[in-house]
């Protein structure tokens, strides 16, 4: 009599990043057409402000190639050609309609939009002088997986920028951010959105948030040197940058 085969870990993993990664995609492709009004009333209107500081420190070379992940409308992409107009720029995301939106934005055509896992690049190595993204690491099943790659796509010397949710200090802002997150924020959903239900997958993604200290220290296990970053909106956001190193 045969027995049954125990699942490895190895392959459990990958199972349930499968089904993460089908759960994430999903969500954004059902609120691609409202996602940017959301966006912009969950920063209380700092979403343009916070996105050009986080294109600000990607250091873009003149005429660089720039890979931006999670691109979703492509804001951060779109903002990189706004501060470097001779730049060549990748949206990347799992969410093709999220990005179909991004490309009847004016100026689409700049951008060359690639359906891709963040965790699993289909870029060469030493590809791009600037890797961006924006709330990207609170969606993905593996963080140092996905930082390993902008690490293996960056050319010696390039840079990461990138915009984060941060958990809220342990200060007298946490018990409002906290109420915002799971009581104000899905209400709003149900007011801007006919699918409320996929903003409630990012309240309860709050778990997922990582500290900027810690975000710093996977950036150092990934390889990366000159690490930093700077909160906002009350240490609820963080702009996160770091260099490969030239040798």
């Known amino acids: ?8 870990p190895r392959r459990d993993g990958a199972a349930r990043g499968a089904d993460h990664h089908a759960r994430v995609s999903t969500m954004f492709d059902a609120v691609a057409e409202r996602y940017d009004l959301m966006n912009t009333v969950m920063t209380w209107g700092q979403e343009p402000r916070l996105v050009r500081h986080a294109v600000a420190r990607a250091n873009v070379p ?4 720039v890979l931006d992940l999670a691109t979703g409308t492509g804001d951060l992409a779109f903002e990189v050609l706004r501060q470097h107009p001779d730049a060549t720029v990748v ?9 179909e939106v991004g490309r009847k934005r004016e100026g689409g055509d700049r951008v060359e939009w690639v359906v891709a896992d963040a965790q699993d690049l289909p ?13 990207l690491l609170r969606n993905v099943a593996d963080i140092p997986a996905a930082l390993a790659e902008q690490f293996r796509v960056l050319r010696p010397g390039g840079w990461m920028a990138a915009l984060e949710t941060s958990p809220p200090p342990a200060n007298f802002i946490r018990p409002f951010s906290t109420f915002y997150m799971h009581q104000v924020m899905p209400r709003l959903a149900r007011v801007i959105t006919d699918k409320p239900e996929a903003y409630e997958y990012l309240s309860s993604s709050t778990k997922a948030f990582h500290a900027p200290e810690e975000i ?32």
């Open 62 to 65: 003149a005429h660089g190639r």
């Open 216 to 247: 710093a220290d996977m950036l150092a296990d990934a390889g990366f040197v000159n690490i930093g970053h700077e909160t906002h909106m009350f240490g609820t956001l963080a702009t996160h940058w770091a260099m490969k190193p030239v040798a």
């Open 123 to 135: 870029f060469e190595d030493a590809s791009f002088d600037s890797v961006t993204h924006g709330y």
């Open 1 to 8: 009599m045969s027995e049954t085969p125990t699942p490895s």
């Open 91 to 99: 949206g990347a995301d799992i969410s093709a309609e999220m990005m």
